[in-house]
């Protein structure tokens, strides 16, 4: 893991810092809407919940290995089809939550992943964490980057949906009459 919890730190409040403000030009209807975000199955609200869940696995994922157990997540999202389906049954599991709701949960949930991160001593972030079964040795750096990742890009998942939001949000709130 090439970022310091210091760095890791920095990049997950960049991101949200990048989300917030599209989201803030969203009127909660619009927000709701489905059918406008990723592909065009999820709303702008599905996807606050969708990082929000992740950065709560990351969370999970740091007590657990510092409690000496392997992260849970890994026996749940064993490769791509038990992740979609992991991201589908947290986004149905969220249905129901408004968009206030959702927003408020999506920022406290990275405000508390940013300090957590950011207190994580460098020697703990560099420890390996314990195998569960059939994953490979990983520092628990490298955990968090992964669960708050894109493929090569860990603590950067916030960037595989921004462009998506960004273009829904100027849709959104383009104005009609131009």
Not at 94 to 121: C, D, H, K
Request: net charge negative; proline share 4%; glycine share 8%.
């Amino acid at each position: 893991m090439k970022e310091t919890p210091a760095e890791a730190a920095a990049i997950l409040a960049k991101g949200s810092e990048a989300l917030d403000a599209l989201f803030s030009k969203l009127s909660a209807d619009a927000a709701e809407a489905r059918g406008t975000i990723g592909g065009g199955a999820w709303s702008a609200c599905d996807l606050a919940g969708h990082l929000a869940t992740w950065e709560e696995v990351a969370l999970r994922t740091i007590e657990e290995i510092r409690a000496g157990r392997p992260p849970s997540i890994r026996d749940t999202v064993t490769d791509e089809a038990s992740l979609d389906r992991f991201n589908a049954a947290e986004v149905e599991r969220r249905a129901s939550i408004g968009w206030e709701e959702t927003l408020t949960n999506f920022r406290a949930t990275n405000t508390r992943l940013v300090a957590t991160v950011r207190a994580i001593p460098d020697d703990d972030w560099e420890r390996v964490a314990p195998l569960g079964g059939g994953d490979r040795a990983r520092t628990l750096g490298e955990h968090v980057g992964s669960s708050t990742g894109a493929p090569r890009y860990p603590f950067r998942h916030v960037w595989a949906h921004l462009g998506d939001l960004q273009a829904f949000v100027q849709a959104a709130t383009a104005d009609p009459g131009v």
